[in-house]
């Protein structure tokens, strides 16, 4: 069923990347997750597609070609980052996980332990490097650093007596300014922002099965306050999410700014272990077939 479903008609500049299914009906009884084993007549599913533009696509597959790499697959960043971030239980609850990346804000929501929506906003951990170099008149390199080292969403958080150095544009001389200065262009971007993502909560219609709240994750969700912010605004809990379930190098992966790296990595190795027991279950079958057949001919 759900490989009939990628049949479904979508524009020649677009791929089908994901059929999730949501929930399956089994002779009309609904709110069936996993219906294998079960005995019926009719199947039904109801599912969420996901599709990538043909071009995007084409485009990434060329540069990571031209990098020495091979594509194994296609999967949508905001489900990499969730199933490296979110809990079983957090999915059963409900809950909205948002990768806030450099240029986008990717938001998945879960329903009982299910996708059920996904959405893309156009704006980024950039747009905020943008108005720090902008606002302080200081170059992109130098403001991406001082939103890291001493970015607030908050200016209540920040004392009035701290102050920074701001690296000056075309050679001229660096200067210090409050920190306070900072952290109000940070604010005006990150109420934008977080209220933008509020907006999208509301019009998804699925705030109320919520309830797991908000977890916010990938690079630009790092900056300092913004969790705070975040429930003030969205009125539901809110929490930073971290990769888990990780060994190894984890204290250098286990930032938000490797949550899609680390659930790549396990999206990926979930993916071929199921085809490694699908071709492992083949190869018993044929060799059964192989074993009787050659047991009757004897």
Known sequence: MIEAAKAVAVPADRQVLHVLPREFKVDGQDGITDPIGMSGIRLEAAVHIVTG?????NNTTKCIEKA????????????????????????????????MGGGTCNILYFVNGSVASSSVLPIGGSHFTHDVAVGLRTPQAAAEELKRKYGSALGSLISDTESIDVEGVGGRNSRQIPRKDLADVLEARAEEVLNLIGNDLRLSGLMPMMGSGVVLTGGASQLQGLVEMGEYIFEVPVRRGLPQGVGGLKDVVKTADFSTAVGLLKYGFIERKEAMIQHSQNAQKEFGSLFVSQFGQK
């Not at 533009?53 to 696509?57: E, F, K, S």
């Not at 971030?85 to 409900?94: A, I, N, R």
């Open 53 to 57: 533009g043909q071009t995007a696509i």
């Open 68 to 99: 020495g790499l091979h594509v194994a697959g296609f999967v949508l960043d905001s489900l990499a980052s969730a199933s490296a971030v979110l809990s079983e239980d957090e999915k059963s609850l409900g809950v909205c996980v948002v990768d």
